[in-house]
């Protein structure tokens, strides 16, 4: 009875005090600084937080939580199957029931009232200061104060580790939910910092306050904080694109979706669209805080969902979290729903401020004593660990309960679970090598055009296979996993193979570009619908037989795998390699390799500093491409004819341009690539500023291109840019020589980037598509289009400085539009 | 233990069809006065309150009190597998994790059993205090469906004004406008074809068309429908089952496009300086002055009280609602 006495003298004094300012108070989302609003409520418009129509209906109740604050908070999980009967402990009523009779107002709430605020800003007062008052943390105080005392406290987390108290940042108590807003104002800290160092100290501080609260928790804010939702290998995804996360922002806010797309193309960043969205709908009541294990849970269900209906329960998890979310929560929700988190914290980084905390939480062991410096040491640990085991699932839980000093012997390397390839470092000749392999053992292979693969064979026969990075291929290839038990020798229970997965014409016995082995189906392969056959070219041995290899030397990795398995012409065999450290035997050796359709070599040490990293882009493994090598593909002069706008952090300039090259017989522009790479930020600046006058409202007539590429301007061809690429492809999307190279596909350039503008020249006097065509060597095959009748020889051969000269005789002849053309194209490049 | 028996078991169908595309799942609460249901759709803009009293079954068994989650698309799929005239019966043992639907068909020549799998829901049970509205609408439910599908063809708001001439429905979109009144209209035929409006203050609200729209599936459950409405209050659209119970939607109104249009220019760009600021709701109890503006006094509670003795189990529940309300 007391508590209804206090609700409704509350609502009295409420309607004297600040009738005026309630309209606008209710409507705009209200200012956070906390001991100004009771008194000048002006109106500071909140995007993203919602006014709360029913709150005011509801007023009553809250004057009764008020009157209650004091109470304990309720036990941590009130629990479903709620039985509303009388056994229930506390029972205040407060909503009035039949029975009530109208209450006398009571001059008390008031007061109350006011106490609450003050109080609050003296412990505003007293954080300021330094000191350690630590809040009645409790899900009874209220939303903004935390919010407000975590906002005060949050910079803490910037101290240097050692200085720092996470009892002073935490605002929840123990064993309670970490808030979101906790994990987003250390994002938005993040954000702010450029250096690793400092980065790395707000996240380890971040971390151990969360390790000293709520360690339960601790997983989610790792996961969320790596922007991940699960190991790569499980292949969990949140599958959601852009489209689905403007709708859900749009049903959230009660706003239209064409209002949402405006703005993302002004702010260029759906994260700062949510965060600006005003809503225009109010709420029946703001939902609790998020926590982080909510959103993590949420992330994972929205990844689950599949079949049908699926994008719409995506689209309904999303909204639940976004009308929940207020302050800063919205715009990283949104940047980790994209998977675009954008806030400068690598995964390394985290890694090591994760070491880090571990140290200072350390409950368990004292850092053996040869170690100088634990922290580093502790970081170099998980890093090692993770890259041997890339599972946080099993890397946290293992850091709680036994400790950073032992987590190399709790999370070992696990069949099943792939390691991060070990990667090459591209060099650009072989002189480099020499150079850089002096005195010491090396070994040279053939590098295969392929797709990488890590096989794994487990104990009981089952093949799991994973790309580079770490997804599972699996059912990508049936055809591979059907031929493992018959490759490998009878004493091998169990393995993890490193190889290459290649396209191959069996009966032909050539290897087939990577091209090819892209056509192959990705999902639900069937065997007897494989068009293209892949040999797994073998080059190291990680596991076998339930031991880990990874520490061995190369030479000992490869005697194994030489001794597991037998070689299969076309299914399966072992890389091509020398050991020599003669500059002309590696020279011939490279020509060989790339006569043999492959991309060039790859150069290892073999028995000393020979281990497997995981993951690690090594001095130990060079690579020599053909493509880096310096005097390979001319550049080509391009004409940018449309754009991108860009997004995140090249908003305001385009992000990605459509260039094209010029065909003169048909005095088209046909479009060749998309560029965005090779660009200075002020270069970039700079193209858009003065590609910006040349908008033109819609394409030309003579420019060609493909319906599906949607640029988001047209420009008029003015500027020639001068690009270097890679390589040529057979594409779909782009037009340029569309007609010579296959009937409805065009070429286009791999890896492009920009070098520099040429002002010396004319759109016009752009490389044509003729010369595009010849200036690189060209592989499509020309036998699958039905109207080219054409003799195409094609030979490679090396001169001394290793350039690489192409040589096509070819012989086109093609109808176009009724008009028939010979073309005769004779070419020999240096 | 419970056991409910429904004669006119299509009524518990008309009910999931009604609000199974607002909320996704929700408990069902039995109590000895009745089976409820309050739940709110996942932006939190509507709320639908629905309760069946004991007096509307033939046999109404509840031992104790008893909450049970349900997704409601799957029990809608389950009532359509009714007949028409089938009688239905709830079943639940206490502790239990599922719940049985009993349908007989009326010559007792068929009996279909499905038995539901419950689920754990997280629910936060509103107390709804019961509030003296500034106009009170009643109108023919075909009615005013018939005027939000017509609205719902031009724009996405729609706009109820109360005056003393009659209430307009109004909307506005890209394609133009569309105005609709309805006058205050007692000397009908049948009581069921009366449009009567009681107002003290004239009120307009606007609100999102869609979800109006979703209300009036409960069309078919009565030939009459109220709107409650009060400036900056959420619309009460009430459709009362007979003598049995009632199915209420409660949607928080919108904000005016031209205070918003303030907002916006008054603010300019979001930036670094003003985000901190923009809380989250300060102070819960700021806002809370509002409603005691808008009614007039506690006084009328009573009135309303009287004939729903059942709203007292909700309210045993806003204690822990009442927490919530304040964290924010």
């Known amino acids: 009875m007391v508590l209804l006495l206090l609700r409704s003298c509350y609502a009295q004094c409420h309607t004297i005090l600040f009738s005026p300012h309630f309209k606008s108070l209710s409507r705009t989302s209200k200012p956070f600084s906390l001991s100004l609003v009771h008194f000048s409520p002006k109106r500071i418009p909140n995007m993203s937080s919602k006014p709360s129509a029913f709150d005011r209906l509801m007023s009553g109740a809250r004057a009764v939580a008020a009157a209650k604050k004091n109470k304990p908070p309720p036990p941590p999980s009130p629990k479903k199957r709620k039985t509303p009967d009388s056994t229930t402990p506390q029972n205040p009523n407060p909503a009035p029931s039949p029975n009530d009779v109208p209450e006398p107002p009571a001059p008390g709430t008031k007061q109350q009232e006011l106490n609450s605020s003050s109080e609050v800003k003296k412990s505003k007062l007293v954080e300021d200061n330094g000191g350690i008052k630590k809040r009645p943390s409790s899900s009874s105080s209220s939303a903004s104060e935390r919010l407000a005392e975590l906002k005060c406290k949050i910079p803490l987390l910037k101290k240097k580790a050692a200085e720092f108290d996470s009892k002073k940042v935490a605002c929840w108590g123990e064993g309670e939910r970490v808030p979101f807003i906790f994990l987003c104002l250390a994002f938005d800290l993040i954000s702010n910092e450029t250096g690793r ?180 040491e502790a ?29 190399r012997k709790t999370c070992t390397f696990t069949l099943g679970v792939p390691v991060g390839p070990m990667l090459a470092k591209p060099t650009k000749g072989v002189s480099e090598i020499l150079s850089k392999f002096q005195n010491t053992v090396y070994t040279c292979e053939y590098k295969y055009d392929g797709e990488r693969a890590q096989i794994h064979y487990m104990e009981n026969g089952m093949v799991e296979i994973y790309s580079r990075n770490a997804e599972r291929n699996t059912a990508k290839f049936p055809d591979v996993v059907a031929a493992i038990p018959r490759l490998k020798k009878d004493c091998v229970k169990s393995f993890v193979l490193d190889c290459e997965l290649v396209a191959y014409d069996r009966d032909r016995k050539k290897i087939l570009p990577f091209q090819t082995l892209i056509t192959r189906a990705r999902k639900n392969v069937v065997m007897s619908e494989i068009k293209v056959d892949v040999c797994i070219y073998a080059f190291d041995m990680l596991y076998l037989n339930g031991k880990p290899l990874i520490q061995e030397e190369l030479k000992v990795r490869r005697e194994h795998l030489y001794e597991s398995f037998e070689e299969e012409p076309g299914y399966f065999q072992f890389a091509t390699a020398i050991t020599s450290n003669d500059i002309e035997e590696i020279q011939t050796f490279l020509e060989a390799a790339v006569n043999a359709s492959c991309e060039g070599l790859i150069v290892k040490t073999l028995d000393r500093d020979a281990t497997y990293e995981p993951s690690k882009r090594s001095l130990n493994w060079l690579k020599l491409k053909k493509d880096y090598m310096d005097t390979i593909g001319d550049s080509v002069d391009l004409v940018p004819i449309a754009a991108f706008h860009g997004r995140g952090k090249r908003t305001g300039v385009y992000g990605a341009f459509l260039l094209a090259c010029y065909d003169g017989d048909k005095e088209e522009f046909q479009s060749i690539c998309k560029i965005g790479t090779g660009f200075s930020e002020a270069m970039l600046e700079e193209r858009s500023a003065s590609l910006r006058s040349k908008v033109i409202p819609k394409p030309k007539p003579y420019f060609r291109y493909s319906d599906t590429l949607n640029p988001d301007v047209w420009f008029e061809p003015t500027e020639v840019w001068e690009v270097k690429a890679a390589d040529l492809t057979i594409s779909p999307v782009h037009r340029a020589a569309v007609g010579i190279a296959d009937a409805d596909k065009g070429i286009s350039l791999r890896f492009p980037r920009l070098l520099r503008v040429r002002e010396d020249k004319a759109p016009e006097q752009a490389t044509s598509s003729e010369q595009e065509l010849q200036a690189h060597e060209i592989f499509f095959c020309l036998e699958e289009t039905s109207i080219l009748l054409s003799v195409l020889e094609n030979s490679s051969l090396f001169s001394e400085n290793l350039c690489f000269i192409v040589a096509i005789f070819g012989l086109f002849s093609f109808m176009l539009k009724g008009r028939a053309r010979n073309t005769v194209v004779v070419y020999i490049g240096m | 233990m419970l056991e409910l028996r429904l004669v006119q078991g299509s009524l518990l169908k008309k009910l999931l069809e009604a609000i199974k595309d607002l909320v996704t799942d929700a408990n069902f609460d039995c109590s000895a006065t009745g089976f409820s249901l309050q739940a709110m759709d996942s932006s939190h803009v509507a709320l639908v309150s629905l309760l069946l009293r004991s007096e509307a079954f033939e046999h109404y068994r509840c031992d104790r009190n008893i909450s049970m989650g349900l997704n409601l698309s799957n029990m809608a799929k389950v009532l359509r597998c009714s007949g028409p005239d089938d009688i239905i019966t709830l079943k639940a043992d206490d502790g239990g994790d599922s719940l049985t639907f009993m349908f007989e068909s009326p010559n007792q020549d068929k009996i279909a059993d499905f038995e539901m799998k419950l689920m ?39 706009a109820i004004s109360v005056t003393k001439e009659g209430v307009k429905f109004s909307t506005r979109g890209d394609i133009g406008s569309a105005n609709i009144v309805c006058r205050q209209n007692t000397s009908v035929d049948k009581p069921e074809d009366a449009t009567i409006i009681e107002m003290e203050e004239p009120v307009t609200l606007t609100f999102a068309l869609r979800y109006i729209n979703s209300f009036t599936k409960a069309t078919p459950l009565s030939n009459q429908v109220t709107l409650s409405l009060s400036s900056d209050l959420p619309v009460v659209v009430e459709y009362k089952i007979a003598e049995m119970g009632y199915i209420r939607f409660y949607l928080a109104p919108k904000i005016d496009e031209e205070e918003l249009e303030n907002m916006a220019t008054s603010e300019a760009r979001p930036n670094v300086e003003t985000r901190p600021k923009a809380g989250p709701k300060p102070k819960s109890e700021t806002e809370t002055k509002p409603k005691k503006e808008a009614k007039p006094e506690t006084e009328v509670i009573p009135v309303e009280e009287a004939n729903s003795p059942e709203e007292v189990k909700p309210k045993e529940e806003a204690q822990t609602v009442v927490e919530v309300m304040d964290a924010e």
């Not at chain 1, 759906?270 to 849970?297: C, E, I």
């Not at chain 1, 970081?379 to 987590?407: E, T």
């Not at chain 2, 003296?132 to 939000?148: D, G, L, T």
Request: aromatic share 4%; proline share 5%; net charge neutral.
């Open chain 1, 197 to 376: 160092i400092v980065i790395t100290d707000i996240v380890c501080n971040a971390l151990r306050t969360v390790m000293n609260t709520t360690p339960d928790d601790l997983l989610a804010i790792v996961y969320l904080l790596a922007n991940r939702i699960g190991p790569a290998h499980e292949g969990l995804e949140l599958g959601i694109g852009d489209a689905s996360i403007i709708k859900a922002l749009a049903e959230a806010c009660g706003r239209t979706e064409v209002q949402i797309k405006k703005q993302y193309k002004e702010l260029g960043d759906l994260g700062l669209v949510a965060k600006a969205s005003r809503s225009s709908q109010s709420m029946m009541r703001k939902p609790d805080p998020l926590t982080v294990a909510k959103v993590f849970d949420t992330f994972r269900l929205i990844a689950k969902e599949s079949g049908q209906n699926s994008q719409e329960k995506k689209k309904n998890h999303i909204k639940g979290l976004l009308v929940a979310a207020t302050d800063c929560e919205p715009q990283y929700l949104i940047r980790l729903l994209q998977t675009k988190l954008r806030i400068g914290l690598a995964e390394q980084t985290l890694l090591a401020a994760l070491g880090q905390a571990a140290v200072y939480a350390e409950k368990h062991s004292k850092p053996p004593s040869d170690i100088q410096s634990p922290l580093e």
């Open chain 1, 379 to 407: 970081a170099k640990i998980v890093k090692q660990v993770y890259s041997v085991l890339p599972v946080y699932d099993k890397i946290v839980p293992a850091l709680l309960s036994d400790g950073v000093w032992n987590l």
């Open chain 2, 120 to 158: 754990d829901i997280d629910s936060e049970h509103l107390g709804i205090p019961d509030t003296e509205y500034q106009a009170i609408v009643r109108m023919p439910s075909a009615e005013f469906a018939r005027i939000c599908k017509d609205l719902s063809g031009i724009g996405d708001t729609i």
